[in-house]
């Protein structure tokens, strides 16, 4: 995922072109996939759908070139041609409580680190709430959930960005990876995609059978194994500037982060978070 600034052409490999057809038919039932070559946000695309009456679960919109992609707290990103994935797609939490919908993105972070493992053969790390790492601490993708409220009732869109074949001089921050950078490189960026749709959908359907439980569900386990946050002692900016210091205890039931401060617990629902050494 690379945030909006001056960022140079991609100059990698040609990469190869995305298929709507050949990835809805490798994605798993039910979902369907519309290709876009450029677009502003795949999720404001998706939200203006919803106040059409045109959104529905299963859908999944991808856009070879996103000129104003948004990120958490309202930041801006763009991505480069043809260097990685930006798409969003369409799911229905219920029964899931909506109290319990923290858990969303966390799980499409654990997603992705499936899908990465299964088609790129890396390891890769969480990190609460919507980042996903290298071993080696840089941001190789990102996830934003919304809720969005349609007449057969609430849906989330999920928009993710995978930098995948973008090298470092394309990158716009010294933080920023890709999977190339990582060592993998020549990724199928089409089996990369249907296999975080498939993914998903495992998780996901694992969740909402337990009601969003993420402990009865393995989710809980599963991302702290993942997590370069849990254990950690971090300093998390809240919205607004205040910062929250001490150690990332666990996950919350509401996707929540908990911290044992001087004070005691404390829960975060946002903020960028920054280890303390």
């Known amino acids: 995922m690379l945030r909006a600034g001056a960022v140079p052409p991609y100059a990698g490999r040609v990469p190869e072109e995305l298929d709507a057809a050949k990835l809805t038919a490798?994605?798993?039932?039910?979902?369907?996939?519309?290709?876009?070559?450029?677009?502003d946000s795949t999720n404001a695309d998706l939200r203006a759908a919803a106040s059409t009456g045109d959104l529905a679960a299963g859908q999944v919109l991808v856009a070879e070139y996103q000129r104003a992609g948004r990120g958490r707290l309202d930041r801006r990103w763009e991505s480069a041609r043809g260097a990685g994935l930006t798409f969003s797609l369409v799911a229905d939490p219920a029964p899931v409580p909506e109290g319990r919908w923290g858990w969303?993105?966390?799980?499409?972070?654990?997603?992705?680190?499936?899908?990465?493992?299964?088609?790129?053969?890396?390891?890769?790390?969480?990190?609460w709430p919507n980042d996903v790492l290298s071993t080696d601490g840089r941001k190789v993708a990102g996830v934003l959930s919304e809720r969005v409220d349609t007449d057969g009732g609430p849906l989330a869109i999920v928009g993710i960005g995978i930098n995948v074949d973008a090298q470092l001089d394309q990158l716009p921050v010294p933080t920023a990876g890709s999977l190339a950078v990582a060592g993998a490189g020549g990724v199928d960026r089409s089996a990369l995609l249907a296999a975080v749709v498939s993914r998903f959908q495992t998780r996901l359907d694992a969740w909402r059978a337990c009601a969003g439980d993420a402990e009865s569900a393995g989710l809980a386990d599963a991302y702290a194994a993942a997590s370069v946050t849990l254990g950690a002692n971090v300093a998390v900016e809240l919205p607004g500037g205040a910062v929250a210091s001490g150690q990332a205890l666990r996950i919350a039931a509401s996707g929540?982060?908990?911290?044992?401060?001087?004070?005691?617990e404390l829960t975060v629902a946002a903020g960028d978070v920054r280890e303390l050494g």
Do not use: F
């Not at 490798?26 to 677009?39: E, K, M, N, Q």
């Not at 654990?110 to 990190?127: C, E, N, Q, T």
């Not at 929540?256 to 005691?264: A, H, K, M, Q, S």
């Open 26 to 39: 490798a994605a798993p039932p039910g979902w369907r996939i519309r290709l876009v070559d450029s677009t």
């Open 104 to 127: 969303l993105p966390l799980l499409t972070g654990l997603a992705i680190v499936d899908a990465v493992r299964d088609v790129a053969a890396i390891g890769l790390r969480v990190k």
């Open 256 to 264: 929540e982060l908990v911290l044992r401060t001087v004070d005691g």
